[in-house]
Nanobody
Framework: VQLVESGGGLVQPGGSLRLSCVAS????????MSWHRQAPGKERELVAA????????NYADSVKGRFFISRDNPKNTVYLQMNSLKSEDTAVYYC?????????WGQGTQVTVSS
């Protein structure tokens, strides 16, 4: 099982980014997956999750209406569309899945929101 994130970078406040998480070793269409983030000096927190069936999604209150999680089954990829970015969104973003009793994390991608 491998999760590889990409798409992070430096963006001005109010800007947008789309993060990608390419999965291997399993099918993203069959499992719940989520994005988390960790800012310097803070604990890792859940940002968004997508259910294993259909497109049921959940979001942290701090990102509701601005971030959107989705998946592309043929590409075996989960996305996080981030709009109206704020400085407090600055963090390392991680893709996550709990599979067969084991937690799997990607390597993370840095998102920096600054003018």
């Amino acid at each position: 099982v491998q999760l590889v994130e990409s798409g992070g970078g430096l963006v001005q406040p109010g800007g947008s980014l789309r993060l990608s998480c390419v999965a291997s070793g399993f099918s993203v269409s069959s499992y719940a997956m989520s994005w988390h983030r960790q800012a310097p000096g803070k604990e890792r927190e859940l940002v968004a999750a997508i259910g294993s069936r259909g497109n049921i999604t959940n979001y942290a209150d701090s990102v509701k209406g601005r971030f959107f999680i989705s998946r592309d089954n043929p590409k075996n990829t989960v996305y996080l569309q981030m709009n109206s970015l704020k400085s407090e969104d600055t963090a390392v973003y991680y893709c996550y899945i709990r599979l067969w009793g084991t937690n799997y994390w990607g390597q993370g991608t840095q998102v920096t929101v600054s003018s």
